[in-house]
Each structure stands twice: as structure tokens, then as C-alpha cells.
């Protein structure tokens, strides 16, 4: 009974926050997966990473292709969600030592899930890769309990594969491996750790011809960071841990430090139950959780969901409830919490709208372009306008200062019948460029804060006329003439673009 009513609150309180934010606002990261989906629809898989990049994913709009009749952005969000589950969701079904639904362990997942702060939903609902790397990893735990060779095979495979898809998934596939490496399954620890290995081995190889395929293709727009390692990271994180894990602060929201707290717990009922696979898991959680902190990288994010310093830590809180529900935990302990956090799903619900205006009033970012989804619907439709009268083949945006256009440029082509819109100086769809880079236009849009005169220097013959503006666009120009090259021109008029080809 009580963990129906936990679920029921904490579906609830989710339908609230997605309702106040994720079906409100949305930013260019999301908006390029809308059109990732939209160009998959069409049989269009340009590549398996986030659109430019030599990591991540586009796994989101991939398992949202048979959902059709539902707007982009209502489907993207709800399939993150369902991302966002699966760890829990294995959990709870697969429940203790293989055994089909134990009610501890579903007890530990639900309380968990229900105890964690609206910003960790907001960061993870996000179609923007947050949690597919965790859900990835979380397949392994499907062949967990099974002794033969090739389930450790695959509980190797998939914890590292989960890295692969997104390296925010490394503290779960650490724990994960660690734990079945040492666990009791009637095999030597050299064979078992062959196995596993030999899963890492096959992902390894997979990961490096994909890379140096990406690399010689000319799609790397943004590549994979340089990660630096810095003791004085580390002393400075800890003096604010509320910034990096303060959105994923299971039941004290915003309080960082409760992981710290978690790792000592994990250590000392594993270390009294005699539990050495979990031990072992928990102290490698624990220093290599700690020891992130002086990367870099780490600390590349802001306090605002969109750009949160948290997302680094996505595999956290899966990784602690993992080592959790692997300890012997007596269900009358979970009853006093169970009102508590019923509770808090029920203030939390309440306050879902205020949460949400605030985190899309005081964003305190300017490397991600944030977006009402209806302003941007509606500016499509008037820039869809202007191309249908003009009869225009192409827009360009930039360069300079343009509102939304990272959104718009990526939006408006999967939400409208405009087929090549960019911006070159920063356009992550390389394949578009490469198609504007040819003698085979008549007539293109070119929006952009520039002068007319700045923008003839790379027309030659051609004509360019001031068009009326829009709501979100004042300087809005009509180029035609006779075999036209876009980014030729682009580039003639001295404005720089991505390498493309």
C-alpha cells in the first residue's frame, strides 16, 4: 500500500514539473534533437553521436521514431522520462539476488526516486542526452545474477557501453563491474574478470572505430574536451559541493554533502554484513566520486538546470541505490520514511509551477539559448511565411547576434516545409552546409545584423533586398540571381564558417 500511494504522488508531482517545464521551455540542445527525429523519420541517420560532436548520443529521437502524431516536443521529453526510469524501473522488477519483484528492493527505488529533488527531473527529463548513458548501463543488470560466461560477457559490455553513449555514466558502470567481479557466482575472480574484460574489449573497439570514422568524416564541429586533472579542483568542490550535487540531493534537496554521508553508511553496513562485493564497490564509488571533482571538465556547468554542474553526476544516485538494494535492509526501516517522503512529493507538486518559472527566470547562463516553445512555433510559422512568398530555397543566419537563432535554425526545418536553414558559424549540421555549397541556387534569405553594404561585398552580380521585418528579426534580405553559391557568398563577404568538408 505504501509504495501505491509513493508512486502515485511521485507520478503526479513528475506530470506537474514536465507540464510547468519541459512542455513550456525548451533550448537549442533539445531543439536539435527535434530535428534529429524528424530527419530519422525521413531515413536520414546522419550519425550515431549528438549531431557535431564526437561523443554522446542521439539515442532519445532514435526511440522515439515509432511514436508517431505526437509534437516533438511533448514525445522527446516524455522518452527522456522513460530514459530516466529504466534504472529504477530494473531495479524494482528485477528486485534482490535475481528474484522477481522483492519488496525491499522495490521499496529502496521507489523511496529513492520519490526523495529526489525537481531539478533532478528537470536535468534528466531534458532531451538532451542527460540520462542515456545510465539507462544503457543499467542493462547489465538484466544479466546480473546469470553464471554463465557470457552474462558476465555482457554486464561488462553494457557498463562500458554506457560510458560510450555518455561518460556520465562511469561511476554506475564502475560500481556495476566491481560488484559482479567480486560477487560469489562459482567462478574464479581470473575468469570472471576475463569475461567482464572481454565485454569491455568488444566496446573498446567498437568506440575507436567509431571515433576514427567520425573524424575523417568532417561532421566534428564540437570535438570531445581535453580533460586536465587538478588537486586544487578538488579543495575548491568541496567548499561548495551543493553546486555539483545539490540537484540530485536525494531527500536533502540542494544539500551536497548527503552523499558524502551515503558513501560512510554504504562502507559501514557493508563492512558489518560481511558484503566484500559491496565494499569494494562502494569504496571505489566513493574515491573515484571524489576524485572527479579535480577534472576539469567537472566543473565546466552553471547552478541552472540547463547547464547544471550536476549532469556530471547523473550515475550517482543509480550507483548508491544499486549498492543499496544489494544489502540486507529490514522493510520496517523504510516505514517511518515512507509519510516523509510522501510529504515532500506533495509540497514538491505544489510548488512544481514556481519551481519551474524559476529556473527559466534567473537563468545565469549564456552558452545555451533557452526558448518559450510557443514563441518558437510561432516564429517558425512567420519565417515560413516569408519563405513560401519569396520562394526562397535556403536561409542563412548570422553572423552576429540574432535572437534565438541556435533554436530556430534547428527547430523551424522539423516543424515547418523549410528544408535548408543554418548558421555557418556555428552549425553543427555539417551536411546542410555541404549542400548550400554549390552553384545551384536562385534565391536565399540571408538574416543578419549586418548592412546591406556588409553583406554585397560576396554577392558580385547578384541582387539583395531588404525584406520587411518580423517579430523576432529586424534585418531580413533576399538574394537572387543566377547560379548562386551560399556559402560562397558567406564566406566572400568575409564572414567565417565551420569546416564542413
Known amino acids: ?29 533539445q531543439v536539435l534533437m527535434w530535428y534529429g527525429l524528424d530527419e530519422m523519420r525521413k531515413g536520414n541517420f546522419h550519425m550515431p553521436r549528438y549531431y557535431g560532436q564526437d561523443y554522446g548520443s542521439m539515442l532519445e529521437p ?10 516533438y516536443d511533448i514525445l522527446l521529453p516524455y522518452v527522456a522520462y522513460g530514459v530516466l526510469l529504466v534504472p529504477y524501473i530494473l531495479m524494482i522488477v528485477l528486485g534482490t539476488n535475481g528474484k522477481f519483484f522483492a519488496l525491499a528492493s522495490a521499496l529502496s527505488a521507489v523511496c529513492f526516486l520519490g526523495a529526489m529533488p525537481t531539478e533532478y527531473l528537470m536535468v534528466g527529463v531534458m532531451p538532451k542526452d542527460m540520462a542515456t548513458g545510465v539507462a544503457v548501463t543499467s542493462l547489465g543488470l538484466l544479466f546480473l545474477r546469470n553464471e554463465k560466461w557470457y552474462g558476465l560477457f555482457l554486464v561488462g559490455f553494457f ?25 560469489n557466482q562459482g567462478m574464479t575472480l581470473l575468469k570472471r574478470g576475463l569475461y567482464i574484460g572481454l565485454g569491455y574489449a568488444v566496446v573498446t573497439v567498437m568506440h575507436v ?12 564541429v564540437h570535438s570531445h574536451w581535453e580533460l586536465v586533472f587538478q588537486f586544487g579542483l578538488i579543495a575548491s568542490a568541496f567548499e561548495n559541493l551543493d553546486s555539483h550535487w545539490g540537484h540530485i540531493a536525494v531527500l536533502f ?21 560481511k558484503n566484500k562485493a559491496v565494499f569494494i564497490a562502494a569504496l571505489a564509488l566513493t574515491l573515484i566520486t571524489c576524485l572527479s571533482l579535480g577534472v576539469n571538465k567537472i566543473h565546466d556547468g552553471t547552478s541552472s538546470v540547463f547547464f547544471s554542474l550536476s549532469r556530471m553526476y547523473m550515475a550517482l544516485p543509480v550507483a548508491c541505490l544499486f549498492l543499496l538494494t544489494k544489502l540486507n535492509i529490514n522493510t520496517k ?36 539559448t533557452i526558448s518559450d516553445i510557443k514563441d518558437l512555433k510561432n516564429g517558425c510559422k512567420e519565417i515560413e ?26 527547430a523551424c526545418p522539423c516543424l515547418t516545409e523549410i528544408e535548408l536553414m543554418v548558421r555557418p558559424e556555428y552549425e553543427r549540421k555539417t551536411w546542410d552546409l555541404i549542400q548550400l555549397d554549390a552553384d545551384t541556387f536562385s534565391q536565399f534569405l540571408w538574416f543578419s545584423t549586418e548592412s546591406v ?47 564542413y568538408k
Request: glycine share 6%; charged share 15%; aromatic share 12%.
Open 62 to 71: 532514435f526511440l522515439a521514431i515509432p511514436f508517431t502524431g505526437v509534437d
Open 453 to 499: 553594404e556588409t553583406l554585397s561585398a560576396g554577392i558580385g552580380k547578384a541582387s539583395i533586398t531588404k525584406l520587411d521585418s518580423i517579430t523576432y528579426f529586424k534585418n531580413i534580405y533576399l538574394v537572387q540571381g543566377a547560379n548562386l553559391n551560399p556559402m560562397q557568398i558567406y564566406k566572400d563577404a568575409g564572414f567565417e564558417s565551420v569546416k
Open 209 to 220: 572505430m567509431l571515433n576514427v570514422y567520425l573524424h575523417n568524416s568532417g561532421m566534428i
Open 253 to 273: 534537496h540542494a544539500r551536497g554533502w548527503i552523499y558524502l554521508v551515503l558513501f560512510v553508511l554504504l562502507l559501514i553496513v557493508a563492512k558489518v554484513q
Open 385 to 410: 511565411e516569408i519563405w513560401i512568398d519569396t520562394k526562397a530555397q535556403a536561409i542563412l543566419f548570422g553572423p552576429g547576434k540574432l535572437h534565438e537563432a541556435w533554436s530556430f535554425s534547428r
Open 1 to 29: 500500500m505504501g509504495i501505491a500511494v509513493l508512486v502515485h504522488l511521485m507520478l503526479k508531482m513528475h506530470a506537474a514539473i514536465m507540464t510547468y517545464f519541459h512542455f513550456k521551455t525548451t533550448d537549442m540542445d
Open 159 to 183: 557498463s562500458l557501453l554506457g560510458w560510450s553513449v555518455n561518460s556520465n555514466a562511469a561511476l554506475f558502470g564502475a560500481v556495476l563491474t566491481l560488484y559482479t567481479l567480486f560477487s
Open 333 to 368: 526501516l523504510y516505514m517511518p520514511l515512507i509519510p516523509l517522503i510522501a510529504t515532500l512529493l506533495i509540497i514538491q507538486t505544489g510548488k512544481a509551477k514556481f519551481k519551474a518559472d524559476e529556473q527559466v527566470m534567473f537563468v545565469n547562463n549564456t552558452v545555451i
